[in-house]
């Protein structure tokens, strides 16, 4: 049986961290991109990061890029986000899912659409708050 969980999530001040962790059974990590996503209160699920099985190629949105890294411990079959310099707007339930690549082509095109994954986690909450 395959599962994804997801841990690490909690409560953190703004510009504070946090790392959250997608820890896998009944499958290999490894052979399979893995992607980030979030679903804020009232507002859609939006992928957030992507790492690649094959180079560990990354792609992340706009709004996260220099703040987030996306990385993967194949010995642990695990992937991480490390998320710095929070903010409030990040705050959502955070999951982790597999696909088999991260989008198409050289950049990766669509990798943020989640009906290209396949596994769930039940996801993990981050609020960011004062």
């Known amino acids: 049986q395959v599962q994804l969980v997801e841990s690490g999530g909690g409560l953190v001040q703004p510009g504070g961290s946090l790392r959250l962790s997608c820890a896998a059974s009944?499958?290999?990590?490894?052979?399979?991109?893995i992607g980030w996503f979030r679903q804020a209160p009232g507002k859609e699920r939006e992928g957030v990061s992507c790492?690649?099985?094959?180079?560990?190629?990354?792609y992340n949105i706009d709004s996260v890029e220099g703040r987030f890294t996306i990385s993967r411990d194949n010995a642990k079959n695990t992937v991480y986000l490390r998320m710095n310099i929070l903010k409030p707007e990040d705050t959502a339930v955070y999951y982790c899912?597999?696909?088999?690549?991260?989008?198409?082509?050289?950049?990766?095109?669509?990798?943020?659409?989640?009906?290209?994954?396949?596994?769930w986690g039940q996801g993990t909450q981050v609020t960011v708050s004062s």
């Open positions: 899912a597999t696909s088999e690549a991260c989008g198409r082509g050289q950049y990766g095109s669509g990798w943020y659409r989640s009906e290209r994954y396949d596994y």
């Open positions: 009944g499958l290999t990590l490894a052979n399979y991109a």
């Open positions: 790492i690649s099985s094959t180079d560990s190629s990354t």
